[in-house]
């Protein structure tokens, strides 16, 4: 049976992970693990330091944080005891996400109900930056007893993640592969990309071109040009990928196709100042579906996953650390716009 200890040397694996950062996942670990009972007397500090190997001021640093917690109780002259066996209670949750969109906003607020008030969230945006992504991974690891993690497309992004414990982590958004196996809840953008467009392929070809906007080095997934690109050709679509809309510069007998709602907002602007009709003058088509593109005007065509769907998946894994590994489908919602 494993003791206190191994589950600590345990942490050592870890990259990244500070000596005290180490102590504290793993003594939380051992309780999970249920190696600890409520009541149990813990192990001295001169006895970690004996078993360990570490300082005096780590050991002390860790057990504080854990009784902050109310994992662990002090009792003058005695010693440290096992307060608690559920570790769950008050779980904090490191959520790493992209930005605040309109979209993850929804994420958050479906996620945050579901887990309901014994947890507690601090949020954190990278916004795509592998630098600030790396930042907040070494400042949160070891903090957390759950990190739920949107990662970016990086070759440095790897090696970033490996460093979080594998049974407190949950990938979602995007699927990263990892060399080992871990609990995901994401969406998939090639197939789905490709499948919306060759659905509205009929539509889209009662129009001269499609253009789309694509920003290189923007958080926009590369497996959507790609799909893109697949479509044109197998299609024979006329088309033209640029990189930004250029306010005022829509015309009749385009289809046009962008990730970004402020674009989105821009070429609405523009088609009604010309008086252009969406789905008979042009067809316009975005990603990810919100209810202002439901309601506005004849409604905005969009293919999307569900962010709520996300954000339940997610949420179940956090309540009952089943493994989970779900692509959540995208679905293509024709309105006038196409």
């Known amino acids: 049976m494993q003791t206190v200890y191994d589950h600590i040397r345990e942490m050592e694996n870890i990259h990244g992970l500070s000596k005290h950062e180490q102590f504290v996942q793993g003594f939380i670990n051992a309780v999970d693990n249920k190696v600890l009972s409520k009541g149990d007397m813990l192990p001295s500090v001169n006895n970690l330091i004996t078993e360990l190997g570490f300082a005096r001021e780590t050991?002390?640093?860790?057990?504080?944080?854990?009784?902050?917690?109310?994992?662990?109780?002090?009792?003058?002259?005695?010693?440290f005891f096992l307060a608690k066996e559920n570790t769950r209670n008050q779980l904090r949750i490191a959520?790493?996400?992209f930005a605040f969109d309109s979209f993850q906003e929804v994420f958050y607020k479906t996620f945050r109900n579901r887990l309901g008030k014994q947890t507690h969230i601090?949020?954190?945006?990278?916004?795509?930056?592998?630098d600030v992504f790396?930042?907040?991974?070494?400042?949160?690891r070891g903090k957390y007893g759950m990190y739920v993690v949107a990662?970016?497309?990086?070759?440095?992004?790897?090696?970033?993640?490996?460093?979080l414990p594998k049974d407190k982590f949950l990938m979602i958004d995007r699927h990263l592969p990892l060399a080992t196996d871990v609990s995901h809840v994401t969406q998939e953008?090639?197939?789905?990309?490709?499948?919306?467009?060759?659905?509205?392929?009929?539509?889209?070809?009662n129009f001269k071109k499609m253009l789309y906007y694509h920003r290189p080095?923007?958080?926009?997934?590369?497996?959507?040009?790609?799909?893109?690109?697949?479509?044109?050709?197998?299609?024979?679509?006329?088309?033209?990928?640029l990189p930004e809309y250029i306010p005022g510069s829509i015309e009749a007998g385009y289809?046009?196709?962008?990730?970004?709602n402020a674009e989105l907002w821009m070429m609405l602007k523009d088609a009604k100042h010309k008086k252009l009709k969406l789905g008979k003058d042009l067809g316009i088509l975005s990603h990810n579906d919100e209810i202002v593109k439901e309601i506005i005007l004849d409604g905005i065509t969009t293919y999307s996953t569900s962010f709520e769907a996300m954000a339940e998946k997610a949420a179940e894994f956090i309540l009952h650390r089943k493994k989970i590994q779900e692509t959540i489908p995208t679905i293509l919602i024709r309105r006038g716009s196409l």
């Open 122 to 130: 601090d949020i954190f945006f990278h916004h795509n930056n592998i």
């Open 217 to 241: 080095n923007s958080d926009t997934p590369e497996e959507i040009l790609k799909a893109f690109q697949q479509f044109v050709k197998d299609f024979k679509v006329k088309h033209a990928i």
């Open 95 to 97: 959520l790493i996400i």
């Open 255 to 260: 289809v046009y196709f962008t990730i970004n």
């Open 189 to 205: 953008f090639f197939q789905s990309s490709y499948a919306a467009f060759a659905q509205l392929a009929p539509a889209i070809k």
């Open 134 to 140: 790396e930042s907040i991974i070494d400042r949160v």
């Open 151 to 163: 990662p970016i497309p990086h070759k440095k992004s790897a090696a970033i993640l490996n460093s």
């Open 59 to 79: 050991i002390a640093k860790a057990y504080k944080e854990l009784i902050s917690r109310g994992i662990v109780e002090s009792k003058n002259r005695i010693g």
